[in-house]
């Protein structure tokens, strides 16, 4: 084969790495941000209706929170899984799970037709998805910073995060229109049912792109898909593990406060329309779009430890922001959602490279899972109890507290990465 022919075989396959990552990790989003809009706008009133509106908001957000409790337990018992049946089989019967729970969600009927046993089936529910979507880690992150030229790191380790802005993008697409073409009535009676319905189609053809891709040879390494030991990983790998899991946790709080907060203040609080609200969101949104591509840019340009710093500095810009929810809510969303562009896009790059190769495939999974709870799971719960009890400025003291977190952890993988320069190693942590 001559040369020329291999670098088109070399891009096609980054290419399909590409595309088959930013289809996952879309439908992923998607499914969750479905979920999260609705658990603010929709079941409160549908299995909470015997509270006031605002305990029903945070009982629906604590139900919300289980799904990423489940992660974890997801992840363990995916191992044992995946050791008998496979990484792709694992995969399919992980996303099977986490489809039929979210068409469940959709069926389900409320508290009027069932009483108690409707939030209960819910929180059910709600743990199945975490279950699934947890089984359903596939790796293909990692394989995709295996095969990126080493000169465009930083633009490829933004790829996965695309999924999140686009995800919350088709989803709230999807509920201003049936805000907006639907009265309240049928909104609340049946027409919320629909987007659950539309996020198991896109689930079965993001399937079918990742069974393609993982029953493929890419040329990496077997260890970097490959599960190790818990024991061994928690024994040398601790530390990698904490740091992994502290460094995104602003970016991933940000997250749930620029997209699920502003909807259930606005609904509880405001005055504005909430079609108006979501057209606010999605603005941002396309901008965070944006954003997190230029972070890629900026992370060749200089370094992912700059773009991190910097980004997750404005997050305390950010923070001095949040009572214009209160008249002009477009401040405050539309440049958190910006902010969230810059520090989700390379929040999470460095992962993997913090752990060695035999341990870099469940080491990755575990400190995602575990950021996702202590930055993402408990923030729309914690951000809007705080608000009820003391006003948004207590809300912006939980921003800049994961802001002190992450920063702390960045502090600390520098002297990690001197100590192991020192010693002559290191991986290049930052």
Request: aromatic content about 12%; proline content about 4%.
């Amino acid at each position: 084969m001559s040369a020329a022919s291999q670098s088109h075989t070399e891009r096609a396959t980054i290419d399909e790495v590409v595309i088959t990552v930013i289809m996952a990790r879309v439908t992923d989003f998607f499914g969750f941000f479905v979920y999260a809009i609705a658990s603010a706008l929709v079941f409160p009133r549908v299995f909470f209706p015997t509270h006031d509106p605002v305990t029903g908001t945070l009982i629906s957000f604590a139900i919300f929170s289980l799904a990423f409790l489940a992660r974890p337990v997801a992840s363990l018992t995916g191992r044992w899984v995946q050791a008998k049946i496979g990484r792709a089989a694992k995969v399919t019967l992980a996303l099977m799970i986490l489809g039929c729970a979210t068409v469940a969600i959709g069926l389900l009927p409320g508290y009027e037709k069932i009483g108690w046993l409707a939030p209960v089936l819910l929180a059910v529910l709600r743990i199945l998805q975490g279950l699934g979507l947890g089984g359903a880690w596939d790796g293909l992150t990692l394989q995709l910073q295996h095969v990126a030229p080493k000169h465009r790191k930083g633009l490829y380790a933004m790829v996965p995060q695309l999924g999140g802005p686009i995800g919350f993008f088709v989803a709230a697409s999807l509920f201003f229109v049936l805000t907006d073409f639907l009265t309240d009535e049928e909104f609340i009676q049946w027409g919320w049912r629909f987007a659950f319905f539309a996020v198991m189609a896109v689930n079965v053809v993001s399937l079918f792109a990742r069974l393609r891709l993982l029953n493929a040879d890419l040329g990496v390494d077997p260890k970097v898909t490959t599960s190790a030991p818990l024991g061994a990983l928690l024994h040398s790998q601790w530390r990698q593990v904490l740091l992994s899991t502290m460094v995104p946790l602003a970016s991933y709080a940000l997250f749930h406060m620029v997209t699920v907060f502003p909807l259930a203040y606005e609904l509880l609080y405001g005055e504005q329309d909430i079609s108006r609200i979501l057209v606010i969101q999605l603005i941002g949104c396309a901008l965070a779009i944006i954003a997190v591509m230029a972070s890629g840019k900026l992370a060749d340009m200089t370094n992912k430890r700059v773009v991190l710093v910097i980004s997750t500095g404005l997050i305390v810009v950010l923070s001095f922001l949040i009572d214009t929810l209160n008249n002009e809510p477009a401040i405050f969303i539309v440049f958190g959602f910006v902010v969230l562009g810059l520090a989700y896009g390379q929040a999470s790059a460095i992962v993997g490279n913090r752990f060695a190769p035999e341990y870099r495939y469940s080491g990755t999974a575990m400190a995602t899972n575990l950021s996702w709870i202590t930055g993402a799971a408990f923030a729309p719960l914690i951000g809007l109890g705080l608000t009820v009890a003391f006003g948004l400025w207590a809300s912006a003291l939980y921003l800049i507290s994961g802001v002190v977190v992450t920063f702390f952890a960045l502090y600390q993988l520098n002297r990690l990465k001197a100590a192991q320069a020192g010693c002559g190693g290191g991986s290049g942590f930052v």
